[in-house]
C-alpha cells in the first residue's frame, strides 16, 4: 500500500490566516482567560477580513495584531476589515456553567511508526519545510507544500514532493539542488531510503506566492494540522478558537490519551472519538479503535479507561492541559502534534 500525506508552509495564505486567528485568541488570553473567541480570517492580496465573536475585557488593536504577523512576510500596506462582535448569550450560558461550547465529533491518533507517534509520511512531510524554512536561504521564499508517497509495504519512500516559492534569480536546478538535499538529510534522519523518486516545483516555476496567488482562509488547512489524513476527522478547525470551543480542546485531549495508550503500549495504531453536546459537561460518547493493534485489552475495555482515567469535561481538558496558558501562535503552522513542548504532547 503506497499512501500519500502533505504538510503546508507558514507562508501558505490559510496557514498566514492561521496564524492572524490565533494571534488574536492568544492576545485576548495573555490579559484575560476568561476570554471567549472564535475567529475566521480572509485574505487576498494586502486585503485581511477578520469576522467572528469575541467576549473580552481585554481591549486589543486588531489593525495592530494583523500587521504584526504579516510584517515578516513583506506585507506592510495592508488594509484590514474588522467585522467582529460578541458571543451570542444563549452559548454563553452554557459555557459559563461549564459546558462544551458547542456540539461535535473530534479525533485523536496515534501510532508507533515515529518518535512523534504520528504517520511516517506526514511527519517527513512536515519536517522537510521545516528544515527548509531553517536555512534562510535568500533564494526560498514563504509559501510551500510538501508531499510524501510512503510504501508500507516496502517500508521506502517511493516519491518525495516539494513545491516552494522562490526569487526570479535562482536556476531550476540549484533550487532543485537545495530541495533535494533537504529531503535526503529529513529521509536519513529517519532512517529512510533515499532513491526516492524527487519533484521540486513541477510546473517549473512558482515566483508568485502567498495571498497575491491565492485567498487565504482559516481552518481550511484542518488535515494538514492533524495527522496528514492517516484518521478522521470531525470537521472543526482549531485556530482562532478558545478552549471552551471542544473543537480544539477536546481533539487535543483526545490526541494526548491517544498517544498515552499507543506509548504504555496498550496498542500500535490508535484512534480516540469523542463526542459532545453544546452546554453539557460530558462527552456524550467515548470510543477507542486500535485496528487490532492491542493485546490483552479490547477497545472497549481501552475506552473504559478512557472515562475513569481521564476527566473529559471541558473544564477538565483545560485544567489538565493548561489550555490558558498556552501561547497559540506555536501552534497555527507545521501541525499541532509535531511539537514536543506543547502540553498535549508530553
Not at 495592530?64 to 513583506?74: D, N, S
Not at 489524513?229 to 470551543?245: E, I, L, Q, T, V
Not at 503500549?265 to 492491542?294: M, N, W
Not at 469535561?313 to 514536543?340: A, C, Q, R, W
Request: with cysteine; aromatic share 10%.
Amino acid at each position: 500500500m503506497i499512501y500519500t500525506s502533505e504538510q503546508v508552509s507558514h507562508g501558505h495564505p490559510d496557514k498566514i490566516c492561521d496564524q492572524i486567528s490565533d494571534a488574536i485568541l492568544t492576545e485576548c488570553l495573555r490579559y484575560d482567560k476568561n476570554s471567549r473567541v472564535a475567529v475566521e480570517t480572509l485574505i487576498k492580496d494586502n486585503q485581511v477580513v477578520v469576522a467572528g465573536e469575541v467576549s473580552t475585557k481585554h481591549f486589543f488593536n486588531l489593525e495592530e495584531i494583523v500587521k504584526k504577523v504579516l510584517e515578516p512576510y513583506g506585507m506592510t500596506d495592508v488594509i484590514v476589515t474588522n467585522l467582529l462582535g460578541v458571543q451570542s448569550p444563549d452559548i454563553a450560558q452554557g459555557v459559563d456553567s461549564g459546558g462544551a461550547g458547542d456540539q461535535g465529533i473530534m479525533f485523536g491518533y496515534a501510532t508507533d511508526e515515529s518518535p512523534e507517534f504520528l504517520p511516517l509520511p506526514y511527519v517527513l512531510a512536515t519536517r522537510v519545510l521545516e528544515r527548509l524554512q531553517a536555512l534562510k536561504s535568500p533564494y526560498l521564499l514563504s509559501d510551500a507544500k510538501a508531499q510524501v508517497s510512503y510504501d508500507y509495504d516496502k517500508k521506502r519512500i517511493e516519491t518525495f514532493l516539494v513545491s516552494i516559492q522562490h526569487t526570479e534569480t535562482i536556476s531550476r536546478r540549484k533550487l532543485k539542488a537545495i530541495v533535494k538535499r533537504a529531503m535526503k538529510e529529513v529521509a536519513k534522519a529517519y532512517k529512510q531510503n533515499l532513491d526516492f523518486k524527487v519533484l521540486v516545483n513541477p510546473t517549473g516555476r512558482f515566483v508568485l506566492g502567498g495571498s497575491y496567488a491565492d485567498a487565504g482562509v482559516t481552518g481550511r488547512k484542518i488535515i494538514a494540522d492533524t495527522y496528514g489524513g492517516f484518521a478522521h476527522h470531525g470537521g472543526g478547525a482549531f485556530s482562532g478558537k478558545d478552549p471552551s470551543k471542544v473543537d480544539r480542546s477536546g481533539a487535543y485531549m483526545a490526541r494526548k490519551i491517544a498517544k498515552d495508550f499507543v506509548r504504555e503500549g496498550y496498542a500500535k495504531r490508535c484512534e480516540v472519538q469523542l463526542a459532545y453536546a453544546i452546554g453539557k459537561k460530558h462527552p456524550v460518547s467515548v470510543s477507542v479503535d486500535t485496528f487490532g493493534t492491542s493485546k490483552g485489552y479490547t477497545d472497549r475495555d481501552l475506552g473504559d479507561m478512557i472515562r475513569l482515567r481521564y476527566d473529559l469535561t471541558s473544564k477538565g481538558i483545560i485544567e489538565e492541559l493548561g489550555l490558558l496558558e498556552v501561547d497559540y501562535n506555536l501552534t497555527s503552522s507545521y501541525g499541532h502534534f509535531t511539537k514536543p513542548y506543547l502540553p498535549w504532547e508530553q
